[in-house]
């Protein structure tokens, strides 16, 4: 009997043996895996970090795109209101444009492009 139960014991021993290498394992495995899944998570934050800042510089560059286009908008309505002007200043002294009104009943627009040298 007594060699029955130390055949037990022993084979217990041995299982709780084998179950702490197999638990030794388990823990390594896991350490390995949590350290990639850590290393995956940096490379993740840091290639957002890099697409957020990339996406930052395009919007800074098209902010200023527009301001240069807003101030060329701005720059050729001025322009236009100035030869708009110098255009109504110029009608009531133009001899060309009082000889055509007299002579063809047509649309200002085709009166002024006959007035004009070619």
């Known amino acids: 009997m007594d060699l029955q139960i130390d055949f037990f014991h022993r084979k217990d021993n041995d ?9 030794s394992e388990d823990d390594g495995k896991k350490m390995k895996r949590r350290e990639k899944n850590r290393v995956a998570a940096q490379r993740s934050r840091k290639k ?25 908008v701005q ?15 110029h009608e009531p ?4 444009l009082h000889c055509a009104m007299k002579l063809v009943s047509s649309p200002r627009s085709e009166v002024m492009a006959s007035c004009l040298p070619r």
Do not use: G, V, W, Y
């Open 48 to 72: 957002q970090t890099q697409k957020a800042d990339l996406l930052h510089k395009e919007f800074e560059c098209l902010e200023q795109e527009n301001s240069l286009l807003k101030k060329e």
């Open 15 to 23: 299982m709780h043996i084998l179950k702490s290498c197999e638990s």
């Open 93 to 96: 002294l133009c001899p060309f």
């Open 75 to 89: 720059a050729l309505r001025e322009e236009q209101r100035s030869l708009t002007e110098a255009l109504e200043a």
